[in-house]
């Protein structure tokens, strides 16, 4: 009997030391778990910081890989839609540039409307050579604009043709309108900028024409198109005139017979003033010959 109670209290022993040793490796599991998961969200945030940090690495080029859907859209079918763009970016040369633009322009059945290319002078400085010439050292930027009418249905794929052009973009800007609401625009703007003695035939063409432009623009989109280029240093040669006139004038004797010649035209200049004013001196005269008479009478004034 008494060894069946030993063994019922070993038994009970041994179970509550496993029950002990379950418990613990459970405890432990979950732990384990837990710091998985703070390892797990740590790195997760680290990566996102990394994301998030500011890159200092200088950048050579940036454009994208496609500026405009070329997709029509659904919504758009059966409209009649104006559409427009403004690209700004830098090239790597914009005279070049502006001649490869025309030739995707005719290319895609358009016409350029207006094109301007301009070489601004941001800053300048010079030097002396010789022979009373100057090198000029000019820092320019060139700068070009352009405004191309491209075909409606191949507007997107026009400006996406760009793409090898640029080296840097700078700016997009692109909308597309119901042939209604920009007509509706164009001759809001009319009646705000015309004077109110026009009269009706006047008004009547003018509409008819705004109608006109409006439905040219439908049917080619107009595309402004701002172009740069990094600056660079022009050398070019002027002439010094202060240089020139130093170089090319009279000798020293000549000058000095010259400086001779105008001293004595400056003494006689001078005479001649002196001889105007004498009515000073006759006026001087009399004063002191009024201070000599009235002297004696003053001098027994005082005694």
């Known amino acids: 009997m008494k060894n069946k109670y030993l063994v019922a209290i070993l038994t009970l022993i041994v179970l509550s030391g496993c029950s002990k040793k379950t418990e613990e490796i459970a405890s432990e599991a979950s732990q384990e778990t837990q710091d998985s998961h703070v390892v797990a969200s740590n790195e997760a945030t680290t990566d996102t910081s990394q994301n998030n940090t500011p890159s200092t690495a200088p950048i050579t080029e940036q454009k994208p890989s496609q500026i405009i859907n070329e997709q029509v859209n659904a919504a758009e079918n059966g409209r009649k839609m104006v559409r427009e763009a403004n690209i700004n970016f830098e090239a790597k040369d914009v005279v070049k540039s502006a001649l490869e633009i025309e030739k995707i322009t005719l290319q895609s059945g358009g016409f350029i409307e207006q094109k301007n290319i301009g070489f601004v002078v941001q800053d300048s400085t010079y030097q002396n050579i010789a022979d009373g010439k100057i090198k000029i050292f000019e820092k320019v930027s060139p700068q070009a604009e352009?405004?191309?009418?491209?075909?409606?249905?191949?507007?997107?794929?026009?400006?996406?043709?760009?793409?090898?052009?640029?080296?840097?973009?700078?700016?997009?800007?692109?909308?597309?309108?119901?042939?209604?609401?920009?007509?509706?625009?164009?001759?809001?703007?009319?009646?705000?900028?015309?004077?109110?003695?026009?009269?009706?035939?006047?008004?009547?063409?003018?509409?008819?024409?705004?109608?006109?432009?409006?439905?040219?623009?439908?049917?080619?989109?107009?595309?402004?198109?701002?172009?740069?280029?990094?600056?660079?240093?022009?050398?070019?040669?002027?002439?010094?005139l202060d240089a020139v006139a130093q170089l090319n004038g009279d000798s020293f004797w000549q000058r000095a017979w010259y400086g001779i010649q105008k001293g004595w035209q400056f003494v006689l200049s001078l005479l001649v003033i002196l001889i105007t004013i004498w009515p000073l001196y006759l006026i001087g005269l009399l004063a002191w010959l009024l201070y000599r008479v009235i002297k004696p009478y003053i001098d027994k004034s005082t005694k």
């Open 146 to 240: 352009m405004i191309v009418r491209i075909p409606s249905a191949k507007a997107a794929q026009f400006v996406n043709q760009l793409l090898p052009l640029m080296h840097f973009l700078n700016a997009q800007q692109y909308s597309a309108k119901r042939y209604e609401l920009k007509l509706l625009e164009q001759k809001m703007g009319q009646s705000q900028t015309l004077p109110e003695h026009v009269a009706t035939a006047q008004l009547s063409e003018i509409a008819r024409l705004t109608r006109l432009e409006v439905q040219d623009r439908v049917q080619f989109s107009t595309i402004v198109i701002a172009l740069t280029q990094p600056t660079t240093v022009r050398e070019r040669y002027d002439i010094n």
